[in-house]
Every structure is written in C-alpha cells, then in structure tokens.
C-alpha cells in the first residue's frame, strides 16, 4: 500500500491505456464518460509502444501519436502519457502503473477498462499487484457483452478490490476499489475500421480530423478512390 494512502487524495488521474490504432469515436465516448462519471480530474490515455498481448500494431507510432493529440486537442483534462512509445520495449500495464504512482504521488489512480480489455486481465503480467496500484474503472462494450457481474473473472476480483458504487467512494482511497461504469455504446473497432480502409471505404466512428489525416498518409492501406481509377484507366472526370 502507498505510504501516502494515510490521506486522502488530491485528485483523481484516470488511466487509458489502448494500442489506439487508431482512436476512434468509442474511445473518445468511453474517456469523455469516465471523466463526468467518475469525477475525475486528469485522464492520461497511454498509448502502447508494443503491446504484449496482441499482434504488432499497423501505423507507425508517430503516426498514432499525432493522431492522438489531434483527437484530444482543446480538451484540457485530457492528456497524452507517451513513455511506453518512447521506451520503445513491450508495455505492461503494472510497471506504468508503478511509475504514474511515483509521477502523482498525492493522486489516486484509475485504470479504466472497455470489457474485452477486462476479460483478458487474468492473462496480463503480475495483474495481481494491480489492487494496490490503481482502482478500476469497468464499463461495457457493444459486441463483447457488459455483464461485468456475472463474469467469471469479475467474482475473482472482488477477492482483491473492494467494489464501490459511487464515484465519492473512490476518491476515498488511492487504489483497491473497483466501480462500474455505463458509457453511451457506441459500436466501433479500430479493427473494423483498418478492414474499411483497407478496402478504400471511409469507416463511421472516426472523427474527420482523424480521416483527413489518414487519407493525407495514405495509413491503414487507404488510397484515394480517384488515384485508385486513374491507376486503373478508368476516367472519374466525367469527359
Ligand atoms: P482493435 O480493434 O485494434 O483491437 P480497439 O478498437 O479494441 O482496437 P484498443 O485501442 O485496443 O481499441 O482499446 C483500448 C481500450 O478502449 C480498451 O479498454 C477497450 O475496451 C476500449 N474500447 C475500444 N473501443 C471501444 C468501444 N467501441 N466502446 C467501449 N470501449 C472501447
């Protein structure tokens, strides 16, 4: 237990962690959610460097970087932790969440969780020291179910973390609670949206910044269709 967990916190940091490739309009929703639903007063999104529980991720790291801070721009409780792409090594959530505690000393932590994130906790590396790092914020996710209770892994938790309701419950206490939360659903997957472009379709659930700065880099395999039928012979122009 942090030796400061004698007093209460400060504020509460918010922890979203994601390989963000690329954010899209859930993540946005799901942050935005947990900032007025959890009263919480700074939300790091923590993109990943190399993940370790999935396969490489597609665009390059600066890529999803600038895309980032183009999504979270003007929103100043948002804010961009890019230590696991500069350390360029695989990223764990525990040893982020131990150097955030030793950067917020005087905050209480939350890691914030879409469900298919949480279904896969019990594979994550050391997840048990988790309760004395961070609480943990749980909300559902189209496509993947939300029921956050009857999950197998969730009954496990309660043997670690101390579930609370309230987002004043967990401003009690720097870490060990954990809190359901709703987000508006919003169904989308960086996955769905890469196969879109790929295919030279423009996806729903991307903010138009985001858009104009992938067809700009041609990422994710897009290709302007124009381009793609002149390479082809076929006259767009209409004469
Ligand atoms: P991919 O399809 O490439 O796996 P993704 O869309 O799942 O990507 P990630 O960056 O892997 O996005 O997700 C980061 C976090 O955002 C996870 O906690 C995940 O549960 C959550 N999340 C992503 N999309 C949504 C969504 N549409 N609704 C709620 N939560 C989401």
């Known amino acids: ?10 504020r509460m940091i918010g922890v979203f962690g994601g390989a963000f490739d690329p954010v899209h309009l859930g993540h946005l929703s799901l942050a935005t959610t947990a900032l007025s639903a959890l009263g919480i007063d700074l939300l790091l999104w923590v993109p990943a460097g190399k993940p370790a529980h999935r396969p490489p991720l597609v665009a390059e790291a600066r890529h999803r970087l600038t895309m980032l801070r183009l999504a979270t721009a003007g929103k100043p409780s948002f804010r961009i932790d890019a230590a696991e792409i500069i350390q360029r090594c695989t990223s764990y959530t525990v040893p982020t969440l131990q150097r955030l505690r030793q950067q917020y000393p005087d905050s209480a932590l939350v890691l914030i969780l879409g469900f298919d994130a949480f279904c896969g906790l019990g ?8 309760p004395q790092l961070a609480h943990l914020a749980l909300t559902g996710r189209p496509g993947y179910g939300n029921d956050l209770h009857n999950e197998p892994l969730r009954s496990q938790l309660d043997g670690f973390y101390k579930p609370v309701t309230s987002a004043e419950e967990l401003r009690r206490s720097y870490c060990g609670a954990v809190i359901n939360f709703a987000t508006r659903p919003i169904d989308t997957s960086a996955t769905y949206i890469r196969s879109m472009l790929a295919a030279g379709k423009e996806p729903a659930g991307l903010q138009t910044e985001i858009m104009s700065y992938i067809r700009r880099h041609r990422l994710y395999g897009w290709q302007d269709k124009a381009r793609m039928y002149v390479g082809q012979g076929i006259n767009t122009t209409g004469r």
């Open 123 to 130: 594979g994550w590396h050391q997840w048990e020291k988790l």
């Open 1 to 10: 237990m942090p030796e400061e967990s004698r007093a209460t916190p400060a």
